[in-house]
DNA sequence: TAGAGCCTGGACAACGTTGTCACCCTCGTA
DNA sequence: TACGAGGGTGACAACGTTGTCCAGGCTCTA
């Protein structure tokens, strides 16, 4: 993962999962030695260089940078011209090291290039800045051990507070840092084994609806492509799919589902096996957005019309022929809402963890409306 | 924006634009006192504590922390026990302080919700991983002033490097931060008045092939709805739709061009106008995904088939009748790219700043091979 | 005129880490 | 026994900022 041809060797952020302590256990031969001192930061100026420029007290610089009260005009105009002389610009990094907090929070989510996540991420953003602090960012590629890396990382970086979409499903490792006062929400998905605040979708419900919306439009044979039920959303999906079958007295047969698969051969594959057969389906709810857009294109490949629902929202699904009917979440709305009860949890405002669902929409618009062919 | 009414309140990160110090200028009352001193990240052990449990000197904490040689295993076995048992871990920030790098960079662009950018921001993400640093987003919502303060929070960060989506056109306010050594990179349109690193997409020559395109197919009255020119990319397509036009000996008409235009309600609008009237277009060119998205809607109300090509790609472009021809952009290609680069202005490898032009591809799906209906 | 009180400014320590350097101990050799 | 070499260890300063505290000069009042 480093790179040891590379001169550019900042300190090593892989924390080994074993080890809690955030410290490297990489072979010495990736180090470099530090930079020649007097170069670091490329020799910007401090406030030390301004004051001296100034012909004042160091203290009295900051006050100036800091708008603090107790500086005449002639001395900050003074100042003033210095900073802008040297070209000064305060070294947050100090601060953040005096005033013990960084204004910063963490988001780890599973991947930002996911059209659910994007619009997620940029809520979050939009409350950290209301709040003044800034975003970093991790993607956990939906590895766990990677999850844990990056949140820890995170954590020796003393960010103020955590957004995470989990990807494992084992959160201990992240309780001496709650302990230790770092805000923590967990948004999508809930986090395993400990008590935190969660904010999530109403998986089950909106599953539940789906199908139910087919079943009232006459399917009694019912397909379901998901995720790996090891993921929170994926089991309540399912176990939302299967409720509403058993409501409505029809038994579920296990040809009718295919857990797991999640590259869109596999799903492909999936499809066309539960459209063939003796008794093929004669409708397909679809787990989440990209098993959405891959059956979607099966579909399109069918003679015969099969009705479909999918969880999650897409863009242009209006547009179709016929248009996707889907379970939408909001996606911005648990961005924000996480971003807000952690903040609340900074404020102090917030004192017991809670579990927060936010309700889906069915939005027909075609494709679920479609009768059973059979 | 503050949320004077929040007990959380770290240091302010807007900057005002007038002001290259990073101090604040808000007022007094929106200021907390300090936090306790004791109560700094929640009273987390530090080195001086796991020194004082194991009974060895602060340094040779430092040491087992960085895997750094010369401690028996006796001590690093003390050592470890008591990291373990006060769950210490490592303050980043002081080591920032110390070590003058941050292990960081920053991304500045305008929307991290847009499907182009997510892709984009996931490729910066892999390399910056790759070397061992984290990842700063912030969305400039295409404002100038909100892109120049995130950029000058992330430099007070001290970030190691910037990779930069510039919404103004001017960075000269830069300057200083790149001559103190601050790594910068643009992306997906070029800076302004300022000599740095350049990933462009070629918006001029993918435009004028796609206006290209629909002259091959007939078209001689062709629209063009893009942004306001004043965007870069939005320019240079202008650019190779007009030089399109021209080199077909096409005479462009006012009527057929709508800039600056980017709310849907007003494409659409701009859409009606260059589809109604005496001489009607008979294609049009759309400037970016989101008016693409837009005019397919329109023109899904339309009787008279119009034929488009667009400039991005688009999901489920392929599913839509007809599928949507578009001149597309590697997102991930124009990050990874630009991400590179930066790293390699970190190295020392990469001197001089430089222009890089990645090529873009026709894709065509139908719409774009229409032929013109008069 | 003296004392009280305010305004301005600066010296200093502290935040938690790492680099430097010197110390001590052990071991091997003269 | 004395001495040098070398490995393990810790004291200390420094990174750049902010909070505390105090000094000196001023104004105002008794």
């Known amino acids: 993962m480093l790179d040891a041809t590379s001169s550019y060797n900042p300190m090593d952020l892989r924390i080994p999962v074993a080890d809690r302590t955030g410290h490297r256990t990489v072979p010495e031969t990736t180090r470099r030695t530090d930079r020649l001192p007097g170069t670091r930061y490329g020799n910007r100026p401090t406030m030390k260089d301004v004051a001296a420029r100034a012909g004042v007290g160091l203290k009295t610089v900051s006050r100036v940078v800091n708008g603090e009260p107790g500086v005449t005009a002639e001395t900050e105009r003074r100042v003033q011209e210095a900073i802008e002389a040297l070209g000064f610009r305060r070294n947050d990094s100090a601060r953040v090291l005096r005033k013990g907090r960084t204004a910063s929070i963490g988001l780890v989510l599973e991947d930002l290039a996911d059209p659910f996540y994007g619009p997620l991420s940029r809520a979050v953003e939009e409350v950290a800045r209301a709040h003044g602090a800034l975003l970093i960012n991790g993607s956990s590629a939906e590895d766990p051990d990677r999850e844990q890396e990056l949140v820890l990382a995170l954590c020796a970086r003393r960010v103020d507070g955590l957004v995470v979409i989990p990807a494992g499903d084992d959160h201990r490792y992240l309780e001496p840092e709650i302990k230790a006062g770092v805000a923590t929400v967990f948004v999508d998905r809930p986090a395993g084994h400990?008590?935190?605040?969660?904010?999530?979708?109403?998986?089950?419900?909106?599953?539940?609806?789906?199908?139910?919306?087919?079943?009232?439009?006459?399917?009694?044979?019912?397909?379901?492509?998901?995720?790996?039920?090891?993921?929170?959303?994926?089991?309540?999906?399912?176990?939302?799919?299967?409720?509403?079958?058993?409501?409505?007295?029809?038994?579920?047969?296990?040809?009718?589902?295919?857990?797991?698969?999640?590259?869109?051969?596999?799903?492909?594959?999936?499809?066309?096996?539960?459209?063939?057969?003796?008794?093929?389906?004669?409708?397909?709810?679809?787990?989440?957005?990209?098993?959405?857009?891959?059956?979607?294109?099966?579909?399109?490949?069918?003679?015969?019309?099969?009705?479909?629902?999918?969880?999650?929202?897409?863009?242009?699904?209006?547009?179709?022929?016929?248009?996707?009917?889907?379970?939408?979440?909001?996606?911005?709305?648990?961005?924000?809402?996480?971003?807000?009860?952690?903040?609340?949890?900074?404020?102090?405002?917030?004192?017991?963890?809670?579990?927060?669902?936010?309700?889906?929409?069915?939005?027909?618009?075609?494709?679920?409306?479609?009768?059973?062919?059979?």
């Open 194 to 374: 400990i008590d935190a605040d969660v904010v999530v979708s109403d998986n089950f419900g909106g599953a539940r609806d789906g199908v139910r919306h087919l079943i009232a439009h006459g399917h009694r044979r019912i397909g379901f492509i998901g995720d790996m039920p090891r993921i929170h959303t994926a089991a309540e999906r399912l176990r939302g799919y299967r409720t509403a079958l058993e409501d409505a007295g029809i038994p579920v047969a296990d040809s009718w589902m295919s857990l797991g698969v999640t590259d869109p051969e596999r799903v492909r594959r999936a499809a066309r096996e539960m459209l063939s057969g003796p008794e093929p389906v004669t409708a397909i709810f679809t787990g989440n957005n990209r098993v959405t857009v891959t059956v979607i294109r099966v579909l399109a490949g069918q003679t015969r019309p099969v009705a479909l629902v999918g969880f999650d929202d897409i863009e242009l699904a209006d547009l179709l022929q016929p248009g996707v009917t889907v379970v939408a979440q909001d996606a911005a709305a648990l961005g924000r809402t996480a971003a807000e009860r952690l903040f609340r949890q900074l404020d102090g405002t917030l004192l017991t963890p809670e579990r927060i669902e936010l309700p889906t929409r069915l939005i027909t618009r075609g494709s679920g409306e479609l009768p059973p062919a059979d």
